[in-house]
């Protein structure tokens, strides 16, 4: 009798553990679904290259949410991600902004930070404007009205 063996490098084997909906290859579909995204605010998109490893997805906000961090990288690396899921379980889920996009404000689709997109109109300017051009005309009117009733005097 024998003994057969088999040997696979998984190491050069990607995973992809966002959902299946979402397309991309799937060689293992075991961990379909296995992410730490939070699905309110942001999805998972995977990354191919890093091997057979978790944490290869990136956690991007979905429209109408903002990245809340100051980074040049818009996302949320899956790697930190898993690491801070195993290592604070139960925290991860109840900490409320740990690894979320923040909303955009009202009115907005798409946004990069906390401006508004709408105009949001600042009245006391516009009244003391209005109230500056309403002096300004009645100054003129009045200079105007002094020159025609004085015009026959020479200076």
Excluded at 4 to 18: R, S, Y
Excluded at 34 to 50: A, F, I, L, S, W
Aim: proline share 4%; hydrophobic share 35%; aromatic share 12%.
């Amino acid at each position: 009798r024998g003994v057969t063996t088999i040997d696979i490098e998984l190491t050069n084997v990607d995973i992809n553990q966002c959902e299946e909906t979402l397309g991309g290859t799937f060689q293992f579909g075991v961990f379909a679904g296995t992410h730490h995204c939070k699905n309110e605010t942001t999805q998972c998109v995977p990354v191919t290259g890093r091997g057979f490893r978790a944490g290869s997805y990136k956690c991007i906000c979905k429209p109408g949410y903002y990245f809340p961090l100051l980074t040049p990288q818009k996302y949320f690396n899956g790697t930190d991600i898993e690491r801070y899921a195993s290592d604070n379980q139960s925290e991860y889920y109840t900490t409320a902004g740990s690894f979320e996009c923040l909303p955009c404000k009202k009115g907005c689709t798409t946004c990069v930070d906390n401006s508004p997109c709408l105009v949001t109109l600042n009245w006391s300017l516009r009244h003391a404007m209005i109230a500056l051009a309403l002096l300004t005309v009645t100054v003129t009117l009045g200079i105007a009205a002094f020159v025609v009733y004085y015009r026959e005097i020479k200076v």
